[in-house]
T-cell receptor
Framework: SQELEQSPQSLIVQEGKNLTINCTSSKTLYGLYWYKQKYGEGLIFLMM?????EEKSHEKITAKLDEKKQQSSLHITASQPSHAGIYLC??????????FGTGTRLTVIP | GAGVSQSPSNKVTEKGKDVELRCDPISGHTALYWYRQSLGQGLEFLIYFQGNSAPDKSGLPSDRFSAERTGGSVSTLTIQRTQQEDSAVYLCASSLSPTLDTQYFGPGTRLTVL
């Protein structure tokens, strides 16, 4: 069974629109990481959340962690073609073991 | 098996020794990635192989780190003269093609340098 579920699996948005990607864990989270994969590149680390209620932003990307719901959301404001890629969440579910979500493929139409 | 496999699962070594970590990607996957995860940190990209092209080594932290991929399949990550800061979980991933395909991760090798 998948310990981290992401939704949606695929997302197509018009440039300028806002969007949200969710990552839900079936187990207690000890840390939540967001990554982005671009064409032909390795995963790029976006941000890490460690405390319930924590919210971090980088440029137009904001991530929040809801510890009680065992869930994190990644929100992109005013999406641009450069935001296109696969977004992957990773979490510390057991000590020092990183588990990954199923990935969300984002397409931004100019 | 159908997934990415890595060996060994755990490796304890003494400072200054060389270590080799192995990754068997999913059959047919042309792209292979190495990452490491240090305690309490996210993944750190190390190196990327795509088919027979020259690998992207931009993430290797020092010249003590090197990697090979033989026959476009199995890959070996070698760390020479290991240091304590090399202690981490080393993860390998593979994907079907260089396009935006999901990366499938192996279980990792936990390296401890004493």
């Amino acid at each position: 069974s998948q310990e981290l579920e992401q939704s949606p699996q695929s997302l197509i948005v018009q440039e300028g629109k806002n969007l949200t990607i969710n990552c839900t864990s079936s187990k207690t989270l000890y840390g939540l990481y967001w990554y982005k994969q671009k064409y032909g590149e390795g995963l790029i680390f976006l941000m890490m959340l460690q405390k319930g209620g924590e919210e971090k932003s980088h440029e137009k990307i904001t991530a929040k962690l809801d510890e009680k719901k065992q869930q994190s959301s990644l929100h992109i404001t005013a999406s641009q073609p450069s935001h296109a890629g696969i977004y992957l969440c990773g979490a510390d579910i057991r000590a020092n073991n990183l588990f990954f979500g199923t990935g969300t493929r984002l397409t931004v139409i100019p | 098996g159908a997934g990415v496999s890595q060996s060994p699962s755990n490796k304890v070594t003494e400072k200054g020794k060389d270590v080799e970590l192995r990754c068997d990607p999913i059959s047919g996957h042309t792209a292979l990635y190495w990452y490491r995860q240090s305690l309490g940190q996210g993944l750190e990209f190390l190196i990327y192989f795509q088919g027979n092209s020259a690998p992207d080594k931009s993430g290797l932290p020092s010249d003590r780190f090197s990697a090979e991929r033989t026959g476009g399949s199995v890959s070996t990550l070698t760390i020479q003269r290991t240091q304590q800061e090399d202690s981490a979980v080393y993860l390998c991933a593979s994907s079907l093609s260089p396009t935006l395909d999901t990366q499938y991760f192996g279980p990792g090798t936990r390296l401890t340098v004493l």
